[in-house]
């Protein structure tokens, strides 16, 4: 590729026409301004104390930037009482109706067969990924956060099948901001190094594709989120969080039991959870019930609301089991509910009251776009009818407009630092700049011309 900065291109250069045009092709647009906008990437980061938190690509990592997002787990994706909201239907009703930040796609990995007309990953991947393409495009559309969950207790014995799904989630969805990676849903009682082992090697295979936020499950069903410290997954990015599942029934916030764990102890879950960001590690709910650890049982109103208060306190961002109608005391929906339409369970109004505390409108921060993107336009100003399009691809930009004059191009990272500024007379017509002097990062930069202006989110691998 040639270094030199600019290069004049003529307009009718098939190759970047076809490229503008293969880039807005792919654009999947939200529909509102929500937790995206105003957030943006989800990433890890420690307070000014050492204790790990999640944070915003917006503010970055400092003191009360920690994001803490609330909302729902889709039940595993085998169930008709739970398929039917796997759909932009579904999505959109929970947004609407529940007020959620984030959706968390269980979906079946191994070779299930439930004679109801679904089988997991294992035995029909292609309905399996048709599902969970739906949900992942719906949470964009939405501007909400989706959980993309390899929903299986032995995932480490299916590391390639997992491999193979990931590499084709971040290379469709791992440009966009909305998206998180969790690779192992509540392993059982193996240890961290075989979980680490498996995490390794997934990690590095979305890594090539996305940046996004990494989820890893921790030993016994998410209860020991301490289990990393000292020997975090291996994670280029330095963006991986632990998780912690909890039924509110079952389990305990502070202090300790009356028995002890060979090998992980005695304490609560609440206080493992403690242990693990005080040693700077980030803690992510992405499960938790209000009844008993197996689905069952009814919501005990005072714990749930000493575990809400736990969450609150320390920020962590959760999804509630289960957006079903499921015969359970977790279920949130009652028989009847319909993915437009949602009748609710002593647990699904007990949840939907904690979610009303969420905001309910949302304000598109100055460096962020409401998708993450290394070629596609995103925000548009002004209201001229001039051709103005944007697009980044290969480490170089491409200005595509219909009118002329000095051309502004500030790129900034993720903390708002100015990496790169530039003002050139630019002719109509399709423009070239090359990128190749920003090291890898993400960053967003943004065109102004006129009256016109556009900002695009893109990655320098």
């Known amino acids: ?69 609330r909302g ?47 089988k997991g ?17 719906a949470a964009i559309k939405n501007d909400i956060y989706v959980i993309i969950d390899w929903h299986s207790h032995n995932a480490n014995e299916q590391t390639e099948s997992s491999k193979n799904f990931f590499k084709q989630m971040a290379q469709e969805y791992g440009k966009y901001d909305n998206v998180i990676f969790e690779l192992f849903n509540e392993p059982t009682d193996v240890s961290w190094s075989t979980i680490k082992t498996y995490a390794d090697q997934v990690v590095s295979v979305i890594r090539e594709y996305s940046d996004n936020l ?41 202090g300790s039991y009356d028995w002890s764990d060979p ?18 590690l980030s803690v992510f709910v992405s499960e938790w019930g209000t009844a008993d650890a197996n689905g069952g049982g009814n919501p005990d109103q ?16 959760w999804a509630n089991w289960s957006a079903s109608y499921i015969s359970e005391g977790t279920a949130a929906f009652q028989g009847g509910s319909s993915k437009t339409s ?3 369970t002593t647990s699904g109004n007990l949840v939907k009251g904690y979610l009303a505390t969420n905001p309910t409108s949302y304000t598109a921060c100055k460096a962020n776009v409401p998708e993450s993107s290394s070629s596609t336009a995103a925000l548009t100003f002004g209201t001229n009818k001039d051709i103005f399009n944007v697009t980044i691809a290969n480490h170089t930009l491409m200005l595509e407009s219909t009118a002329s004059g000095e051309t502004s191009i500030d790129v900034f990272d993720l903390l ?30 943004r065109v102004r011309q006129g009256a016109n202006m556009k900002q695009v989110r893109f990655q320098v691998r």
């Open 302 to 317: 005072g714990r749930n609301k000493s575990w809400q208060d736990y969450m609150n306190t320390h920020k962590l961002s």
């Open 72 to 118: 729902m787990s889709l039940y595993w994706s085998l169930m008709p009482q739970a398929v039917e909201f796997w759909s932009e239907e579904g999505v959109s009703t929970m947004v609407r109706d529940m007020n959620i930040q984030i959706v968390r796609a269980a979906m079946a990995t191994g070779n299930e067969d439930w004679n109801n007309g679904y």
């Open 121 to 137: 990953y294992g035995s029909d991947p292609t309905t399996q990924m048709n599902l969970m393409k739906k949900v992942v495009e």
């Open 214 to 254: 990494i989820l890893v499950g921790t030993p016994k069903w998410d209860q020991n989120p301490q289990a990393p410290i000292g020997n975090e997954v291996n994670d280029p990015k330095k963006n991986t969080a632990y998780t912690l599942h909890y039924y509110a029934n079952s389990h305990c916030w502070s």
């Open 1 to 69: 590729m040639s270094h030199s900065i600019f290069k004049s291109i003529a307009l009718v250069s098939a190759m970047a026409s076809a490229l503008a045009a293969s880039a807005f092709a792919q654009t999947i647009a939200p529909t509102r301004v929500g937790p995206v906008s105003q957030y943006g990437q989800l990433m890890t980061g420690k307070n000014s104390q050492g204790k790990g938190q999640i944070y915003g690509g917006c503010e970055g990592v400092k003191d009360g930037a920690e994001v803490q997002v």
């Open 416 to 445: 708002g630092n100015s990496r790169l500024q530039k003002k050139v007379q630019f002719a109509s017509g399709i423009q070239a700049m090359s990128l190749d002097m920003l090291p890898a990062g993400s960053y967003v930069v």
């Open 342 to 344: 949602l009748q609710y």
């Open 263 to 280: 090998t992980w102890g005695g304490d609560c879950e609440g206080t493992k959870g403690e242990k693990a960001m005080n040693a700077g």
